[in-house]
Antibody
Framework: EVQLLQSGGGLVQPGGSLRLSCAAS????????MTWVRQAPGKGLEWVSV?????????YYADSVKGRFTISRDNTKNTLYLQMSSLRAEDTAVYYC????????????????WGQGTLVTVS | SYVLTQPPSVSVAPGQTARITCGGN??????VHWYQQKPGQAPVLVVY???DRPSGIPERFSGSNSGNTATLTISRVEAGDEADYYC???????????FGTGTKVTVL
């Protein structure tokens, strides 16, 4: 069974940093691109970032987080990360990690399984 | 940046057909995916690559894409279909994924 278990959310002051983790199980983690999506309270979905499968050598960011957030993965630990810095009030949201539906293309945010979400509050 | 516009809400009676549109400039040249999100839950993929369904998604869910509009159609609507629906595309000009503004489907 595919599982994505998220951790690392919480309350942080503006300008602070936080690292989110997403521990994967039930599938060959290194074969799939992984994505972060966020949702501000009462708002719609916002794509944040995507990282390619095996080497994690390709990644893309939304303009709203580029230069402040860093996506990475450790395929030996089956874990996806999102390092967030210079946090702003507008970064307050539930953050979801998600697994690609297919192994190809190597970078894709077409996703089938999602984590439970973790709330980040910047205040 | 590429913008996807959806109607804020769609209301439909049980057993009828709901159509949710997703408008974007020449969206027919892109591949569209659709997600369903119920309150307090993570999104669920219901249609991908314009019209394909993931395993486990009922045939009642279908999609189309042409010109400047993509459409998610839900046939024989059930109370359990009440949710928010989002379209998604890859914008190659910016190397960004984009979600639509979202549509709340209410079953009367």
């Amino acid at each position: 069974e595919v599982q994505l278990l998220q951790s690392g959310g919480g309350l942080v002051q503006p300008g602070g940093s936080l690292r989110l983790s997403c521990a994967a199980s039930g599938f060959t983690f290194s074969s799939y691109a992984m994505t972060w999506v966020r949702q501000a309270p009462g708002k719609g979905l916002e794509w944040v970032s995507v990282i390619s499968n095996s080497g994690g050598s390709t990644y893309y960011y939304a303009d709203s987080v580029k230069g402040r957030f860093t996506i990475s993965r450790d395929n030996t630990k089956n874990t996806l990360y999102l390092q967030m810095s210079s946090l702003r009030a507008e970064d307050t949201a539930v953050y979801y990690c998600a697994k690609a539906l297919k192994t190809l293309p190597t970078v894709t945010s077409l996703t089938d399984y999602w984590g439970q979400g973790t709330l980040v509050t910047v205040s | 940046s590429y913008v996807l516009t959806q109607p804020p809400s769609v209301s439909v009676a049980p057993g009828q057909t709901a159509r949710i549109t997703c408008g974007g400039n020449n969206i027919g040249s892109k591949t569209v995916h659709w997600y369903q999100q119920k309150p307090g839950q993570a999104p669920v993929l219901v249609v991908y690559d314009d019209s394909d369904r993931p395993s486990g998604i009922p045939e009642r869910f279908s999609g189309s894409n042409s010109g400047n509009t993509a459409t998610l159609t839900i046939s024989r609507v059930e109370a359990g279909d009440e949710a928010d629906y989002y379209c998604q595309v890859w914008d190659s000009s910016s190397d960004h994924y984009v979600f639509g503004t979202g549509t709340k489907v209410t079953v009367l």
